[in-house]
């Protein structure tokens, strides 16, 4: 029976162990991510280094720049996604060759976006101009060509 009990203790501490060294792991890599959370989703961990997904804007900062009459093109996805994901690596840098800042919002790291900006399906995009929503595209589009109309659209 001791010998149970100590075999039950022994697989506990390493289940607890690993438990804790997991939440070491996820701290350390969310520190100093342009989220700012001391936890991330592990799909959002994955992709802190891409140069797809550096362009990162918070629910805060978005808020405050749409209060102050800004405008925005901004690209709601999550990190999880995988229509984002074929749809990151096309209109990431048309976007940047057009010009255009296109600013990141993760919806797997901050919910409240999927209501605050009536967001049904991801990828979306929203064009705001002095603060207010002007324009949207939603989902993927094998026909790359909707991107670049959309984009070209902007400000007319």
């Known amino acids: 029976m001791k010998k149970l009990i100590l075999f039950v203790g022994i697989i506990m501490a390493i ?23 001391s936890k991330l ?6 992709q802190l ?25 901004v690209y709601f996805y999550k990190s999880d996604c995988p229509a984002c994901q074929q749809t990151s690596p096309v209109v990431v840098p048309m976007a940047e060759e057009m010009g255009i800042d296109l600013e990141m919002y993760n919806l797997l790291e901050f919910e409240e976006g999927w209501n605050e900006y009536a967001i ?27 991107f670049s109309s959309w984009f070209e659209g902007l400000g007319e």
Request: no cysteine; glycine share 4%.
């Open 15 to 37: 289940f607890i162990a690993l438990v804790v060294i997991t939440n070491i792991q996820q701290t350390q890599n969310a520190e100093g991510n342009p989220f700012g959370k």
């Open 41 to 46: 989703h592990p799909e959002t961990q994955k």
């Open 49 to 73: 280094d891409d140069p797809l997904y550096q362009n990162v804007i918070t629910p805060d900062e978005l808020k405050e720049d749409l209060d102050a009459g800004e405008t925005k093109t």
């Open 120 to 146: 049904e399906s991801t990828p979306t995009f929203i064009h705001f101009e002095d603060g207010k929503e002007v324009d949207r595209l939603a989902n993927y589009h094998q026909d790359h060509s909707v």
